[in-house]
């Protein structure tokens, strides 16, 4: 991971003295992350991209895999 110093993100206070300052991948866009308690948005490089990831896991675009339950086998789902 590179460590470099960045601008916080529009609207993050100011980092303070006991911020680690490091860049991550931002898990919504790819790009560059600041990491540290002045980015509000962390990990995420802004607020669009943590509110699209959020909306993706509230219209069920992301989902967590479960094994099949009983009903699941016998066909009697509800879709």
Known sequence: M???IQQPPEGAKPPEDTDI???VRC????GDSLYAPS???RPFCSE???NM???AWASESFRV???PTGEDLDGNALQ
């Open 2 to 4: 590179k460590m470099a």
């Open 21 to 23: 300052l490091r860049h």
């Open 27 to 30: 898990p919504g866009c790819g």
């Open 39 to 41: 980015n509000p948005a």
């Open 48 to 50: 669009r991209c943590k």
């Open 53 to 55: 990831d959020f909306g």
């Open 65 to 67: 895999p479960a094994p």
